[in-house]
């Protein structure tokens, strides 16, 4: 019966709907693909694997439902198809890979609804939504949440009645120092929580406010929990003189506690689980589609649809390729700063990581106690641009950012951090990027130009330039030093440099 049923719906979907996909699957192969190394390369994001069979699973459960569901085309999908692919364009020419990432996703959604209508949309509007987990999406919190677990661990921490002094994301006690890193942040057991919790609350509760309710508890208590577990370490290090709780012991404790919590998160939605599915309601909402909606069903009907989507989503994919075929091969190479009074110096201390860069120069101005960092990118592709998520400005496991502010000299604009490490030495990092007539600290006026240039077909290189002071140095002693380095744009370039 299953495999009658099944075959049932391959038959009723229209043709056309493969030959849609098919093409879609073939344009957005690159970004998939580049979804995929995130998930294989990231631990915070193994649980995408299982995203997409899960889905598969819901709509096969679907199946005689959507056999007995009729289709009809909603041709205005068509204009969050091509704003989805304007977003798909900028997001590859400036190399914005989560943009392009949730491009590929609402693509296929407005794709299918294009096709299939919005009787389709309705019901498998789980579904459809719950693929958005496929996204690796959220690493942009880590910072955020890492704060709050340096805050919740203090508490908990002093509840305990252990001495604790918080340094940034350092919390200090008798027996040793410990770091709030990254990877105690809590965001990999966050976001699997999120998911785990919408697929629950759409199988076991029927009622809108339930499930706002329990997906509140899937955020709150994970959060929550990881400062919990933080602390734990903390207190652990205490009474074990600093013998457990760390290294292997770190995870360990880790994964046990939080598959503890993951529990009783369940245990708690079982005991508010409603007695009628959100599947029977969803049944019962299909039969009252079909029975109010009629629509021809002839499969010519899905030829206008799938034709005007394959071509919009084929002609981004061309205009990508011939923006990156047009890019400029000469490149303005000078330095964006003046460097005459400064020496080649070792790997800087605070170990800034750019990777792919064409050019990365470490300098020593000793007369004014200033180290120089700069790294360049004569041409920006993807994945070899100044501004990605693997690209790093300090070493996290060596220093914390006890706070930060902008600074504006001139018409430029660069940041202040305000670092520490773990024997609590302060330590002053100024940066800024530079492209074209454009220095500024944050990323999204350097995307505009990059956008900008690569669109008119001109070439440009790709700047960041960072100071390194020993010490918290004041705003204007900052303010002084840039102007004085900063490289005039009007002015002849100064200083040459020559590829790695």
Not at 93 to 115: K, P, R
Not at 143 to 151: E, K
């Given at each position: 019966?299953?495999?009658?049923?099944?075959?049932?719906?391959?038959?009723?979907?229209?043709?056309?709907?493969?030959?849609?996909?098919?093409?879609?699957?073939?344009?957005?192969?690159?970004?998939?693909?580049?979804?995929?190394?995130?998930?294989?390369?990231?631990?915070?994001?193994?649980?995408?694997?299982?995203?997409?069979?899960?889905?598969l699973y819901l709509l096969f459960e679907k199946k005689h439902e959507l056999t007995?569901?009729?289709?009809?085309?909603?041709?205005?999908?068509?204009?969050?198809?091509?704003?989805?692919?304007?977003?798909?364009?900028?997001?590859?020419?400036?190399?914005?890979?989560?943009?392009?990432?949730?491009?590929?996703?609402?693509?296929?959604?407005?794709?299918?609804?294009?096709?299939?209508?919005?009787?389709?949309?309705?019901?498998?509007?789980?579904?459809?939504?719950?693929?958005?987990?496929?996204?690796?999406?959220?690493?942009?919190?880590?910072?955020?949440?890492?704060?709050?677990?340096?805050?919740?661990?203090?508490?908990?921490?002093?509840?305990?009645?252990?001495?604790?002094?918080?340094?940034?994301?350092?919390?200090?006690?008798?027996?040793?120092?410990?770091?709030?890193?990254?990877?105690?942040?809590?965001?990999?057991?966050?976001?699997?929580?999120?998911?785990?919790?919408?697929?629950?609350?759409?199988?076991?509760?029927?009622?809108?406010?339930?499930?706002?309710?329990?997906?509140?508890?899937?955020?709150?208590?994970?959060?929550?929990?990881?400062?919990?577990?933080?602390?734990?370490?903390?207190?652990?290090?205490?009474?074990?003189?600093?013998?457990?709780?760390?290294?292997?012991?770190?995870?360990?404790?880790?994964?046990?506690?939080?598959?503890?919590?993951?529990?009783?998160?369940?245990?708690?939605?079982?005991?508010?689980?409603?007695?009628?599915?959100?599947?029977?309601?969803?049944?019962?909402?299909?039969?009252?589609?079909?029975?109010?909606?009629?629509?021809?069903?002839?499969?010519?009907?899905?030829?206008?649809?799938?034709?005007?989507?394959?071509?919009?989503?084929?002609?981004?994919?061309?205009?990508?390729?011939?923006?990156?075929?047009?890019?400029?091969?000469?490149?303005?190479?000078?330095?964006?700063?003046?460097?005459?009074?400064?020496?080649?110096?070792?790997?800087?201390?605070?170990?800034?990581?750019?990777?792919?860069?064409?050019?990365?120069?470490?300098?020593?101005?000793?007369?004014?106690?200033?180290?120089?960092?700069?790294?360049?990118?004569?041409?920006?592709?993807?994945?070899?641009?100044?501004?990605?998520?693997?690209?790093?400005?300090?070493?996290?496991?060596?220093?914390?950012?006890?706070?930060?502010?902008?600074?504006?000299?001139?018409?430029?604009?660069?940041?202040?951090?305000?670092?520490?490490?773990?024997?609590?030495?302060?330590?002053?990092?100024?940066?800024?990027?530079?492209?074209?007539?454009?220095?500024?600290?944050?990323?999204?006026?350097?995307?505009?130009?990059?956008?900008?240039?690569?669109?008119?077909?001109?070439?440009?290189?790709?700047?960041?330039?960072?100071?390194?002071?020993?010490?918290?140095?004041?705003?204007?002693?900052?303010?002084?030093?840039?102007?004085?380095?900063?490289?005039?744009?009007?002015?002849?370039?100064?200083?040459?440099?020559?590829?790695?």
């Amino acid at each position: 019966m299953k495999l009658e049923q099944t075959g049932k719906l391959l038959t009723k979907l229209p043709f056309a709907l493969i030959i849609a996909l098919l093409s879609w699957l073939i344009v957005y192969w690159p970004t998939l693909a580049d979804m995929l190394s995130v998930w294989s390369s990231s631990e915070t994001y193994t649980h995408c694997f299982l995203i997409l069979p899960v889905v598969l699973y819901l709509l096969f459960e679907k199946k005689h439902e959507l056999t007995q569901l009729k289709y009809q085309p909603f041709y205005w999908a068509i204009i969050p198809l091509i704003i989805t692919q304007a977003v798909f364009i900028i997001a590859n020419t400036i190399g914005i890979n989560v943009l392009a990432h949730l491009s590929a996703y609402f693509s296929a959604i407005f794709l299918l609804w294009l096709i299939l209508g919005t009787r389709f949309l309705i019901f498998a509007q789980f579904p459809l939504f719950f693929l958005v987990f496929a996204v690796p999406l959220g690493e942009e919190l880590v910072p955020f949440l890492q704060q709050i677990t340096a805050d919740l661990s203090v508490v908990f921490i002093e509840l305990a009645g252990v001495p604790v002094f918080r340094d940034g994301l350092y919390l200090h006690i008798p027996a040793g120092s410990f770091v709030v890193a990254e990877a105690c942040a809590g965001i990999r057991f966050l976001i699997a929580t999120i998911a785990i919790g919408a697929l629950y609350s759409y199988l076991f509760f029927s009622s809108l406010k339930r499930r706002i309710i329990f997906m509140a508890v899937c955020v709150v208590i994970p959060i929550v929990a990881n400062g919990i577990r933080a602390a734990g370490i903390v207190i652990i290090g205490h009474y074990s003189d600093m013998t457990h709780a760390v290294g292997a012991d770190h995870l360990v404790y880790g994964w046990l506690f939080f598959s503890i919590v993951l529990g009783l998160i369940i245990i708690v939605g079982n005991v508010f689980q409603e007695n009628s599915s959100s599947i029977d309601t969803e049944q019962t909402n299909s039969q009252k589609l079909n029975n109010s909606y009629s629509a021809n069903e002839s499969r010519a009907l899905f030829i206008a649809p799938t034709v005007a989507g394959v071509v919009l989503i084929i002609a981004s994919s061309l205009y990508l390729q011939w923006i990156s075929k047009s890019s400029p091969s000469v490149f303005d190479k000078s330095l964006p700063v003046k460097v005459t009074s400064f020496a080649t110096a070792q790997a800087p201390l605070w170990q800034p990581s750019f990777k792919l860069a064409d050019t990365n120069i470490y300098l020593d101005d000793s007369k004014n106690n200033v180290k120089l960092f700069i790294a360049q990118y004569f041409n920006e592709t993807e994945n070899k641009e100044l501004i990605n998520w693997n690209n790093k400005q300090f070493d996290y496991d060596l220093f914390s950012i006890s706070s930060r502010k902008s600074i504006q000299f001139g018409s430029n604009n660069a940041e202040i951090l305000y670092l520490k490490n773990i024997h609590g030495h302060s330590f002053t990092l100024v940066y800024f990027y530079v492209l074209g007539d454009v220095t500024h600290y944050h990323s999204l006026p350097i995307k505009l130009a990059a956008l900008k240039a690569k669109l008119q077909g001109e070439s440009y290189t790709a700047s960041i330039v960072q100071t390194f002071f020993e010490g918290e140095i004041g705003d204007k002693e900052i303010k002084n030093y840039l102007t004085a380095i900063i490289q005039s744009h009007s002015a002849e370039s100064g200083a040459k440099v020559n590829n790695q």
